[in-house]
């Protein structure tokens, strides 16, 4: 009688709402998304369920249309409901935020009316601290501190901007206001030692402030916002996976499989930084 032996995977990163796994191949990982929601101002979290699917699906999605304006992405396949194959990256101890409209900490911080449009958008940077603990830092403390170099920060920069426009554009196009987003990058070193930097992560409703265009009114931390802004997306179908409060993981199953063929292809050329890879502790 044959006996089945389960794998067991090793988990590279555990955090809140998702885990990374090694994968098959050292290059990759596998990324899974999980329902539990993003702890608040000292709250605990408690399970959403669904999210982890709905972020997944919206990730992947959001990721493969920022491939298609030439930003790379780690992002390859979704592999099922919950998990999605990615490339393996050096995260950089620094992350940055877009906001468009005053909301969060930015209010609390310069005393700004919630909801007030910012004359241009503002990028911060973070440091990253720990797993979900950041602490707003200038880019004088990154050069410094060595987090990034001048060309890092410079890519960081024209990343921000040009992924702010195109999502600006495509949650406008489905009633959204994209009032603030926070994305990460990581560095993958070519064979000849090009350094090129990808964005990592997710992008996803965790990691954005989103609010409905006509009304102002925020997309809460509820699964009917995680689904309403899948639906609108035209990823799931419009009567959801989540009715009556239960996930119908029959449905969700179905769901055709999102890839990053750009990033599948062999004869796709991106943009290196340097020929030199950067190291803590070195200047270029």
């Not at 067991?8 to 329902?35: H, N, Q, W």
């Not at 992947?60 to 298609?68: D, F, I, K, P, R």
């Not at 501190?145 to 554009?169: C, H, K, P, S």
Request: aromatic share 8%.
């Amino acid at each position: 009688m044959a006996v089945m032996i389960k794998l067991r995977r090793s988990k590279l990163v555990a955090g809140t709402t998702k885990t990374l796994f090694e994968a098959s191949e050292p290059e990759k990982a596998i990324l899974s998304f999980d329902d539990m929601s993003r702890p608040l101002k000292g709250k605990k979290t408690a399970p959403i369920s669904g999210k982890g699917i709905l972020n997944n699906r919206i990730s992947a999605h959001l990721m493969t249309c920022l491939e298609s304006i030439g930003l790379p992405t780690h992002f390859l396949r979704s592999l099922n409901m919950r998990e999605q194959e990615v490339k393996k990256l050096e995260p950089l101890d620094v992350a940055f935020r877009v906001r468009n409209v005053a909301a969060g900490s930015l209010s609390d911080r310069l005393g700004i009316e919630p909801g007030t449009i910012l004359p241009r958008p503002i990028i911060e940077f973070y440091y990253k601290k720990g797993q979900g603990d950041y602490s707003l830092v200038t880019e004088d403390h990154i050069s410094a501190f060595q987090w990034a170099d001048m060309f890092e920060m410079e890519e960081m920069i024209t990343v921000a901007y040009r992924a702010n426009d195109f999502l600006n554009g495509l949650f406008t196009g489905i009633g959204v206001r994209l009032v603030d987003f926070q994305m990460e990058v990581g560095r993958l070193y070519g064979e000849y030692g090009e350094l090129y930097l990808m964005i990592m992560d997710e992008l996803s409703p965790d990691s954005m402030r989103l609010w409905d265009l006509k009304t102002n009114e925020p997309f809460a931390n509820t699964i009917q916002s995680y689904q309403e802004i899948a639906v609108r997306l035209g990823i799931i179908p419009r009567e959801g996976i989540v009715q009556g409060g239960d996930l119908d993981e029959s449905l969700a199953e179905k769901l055709e499989r999102i890839e990053n063929i750009l990033a599948n292809d062999d004869t796709r050329k991106i943009r290196p930084l340097t020929k030199t890879p950067f190291k803590k502790g070195t200047t270029r």
